[in-house]
């Protein structure tokens, strides 16, 4: 690959954070992290390596205006590493800083705790309640709005 026998990336596996890692400069290497045959996306300063058969895995991070150029997610585990030349190299500090910030921001979070859980069994049983009482609600929603206009048109008489 090429002559730089080491060098320092950042690693992220799904639903974990991101971790600097010292790893051997050699797709061998970049393939045992990865799991696979490697794809190299390039972005900005550095390249982002995944699985070329990502498909079928777990998204990893979302690509919301950070990394627009691709897909809406990255699937399975990625490395975040420079690459000059076609030669991989390591981070320096600012890139490092940089994209462990935007990776812990674009993660996806696989939490399922009981609270995660009772959210969203609180959040269906309201939606659940609105559907059953959709016309009071529909007529509430039209008497709120006739009301807010009513006394608009009060201080607009009031003032003249």
């Known amino acids: 690959m090429n002559n730089i026998e080491n060098i320092i990336v ?3 596996d799904v639903g974990q954070k991101p971790t600097l890692m010292k790893i051997k400069n050699t797709e061998e290497e970049l393939e045992k992290i990865i799991g696979g045959k490697i794809d190299v996306l390039s972005y900005e300063d550095i390249v982002i390596v995944c699985n070329k058969e990502r498909s ?3 998204p990893n991070i979302y690509l919301n205006t950070t990394f627009d150029k691709f897909e809406p997610s990255i ?3 990625i490395i975040i590493a420079n690459k000059k030349n076609e030669i991989y190299k390591s ?7 940089k994209y462990y910030k935007i990776l812990i921001a674009e993660s ?17 049983k309201q939606l659940q ?3 059953k009482n959709k016309e009071n609600y529909t007529l509430n929603m039209i008497l709120k709005m006739q009301v807010t206009i009513l006394n608009f048109i009060i201080e607009y008489i009031k003032k003249d």
């Open 56 to 58: 079928k895995l777990s």
């Open 108 to 124: 996806f979070t696989y939490k399922n705790t009981k609270s995660d859980i009772q959210s969203i069994l609180n959040v269906n």
């Open 75 to 77: 699937r399975g585990k």
């Open 10 to 12: 950042l690693f992220k």
């Open 91 to 97: 981070l320096d500090k600012e890139q490092a800083y």
């Open 129 to 131: 309640d609105q559907t």
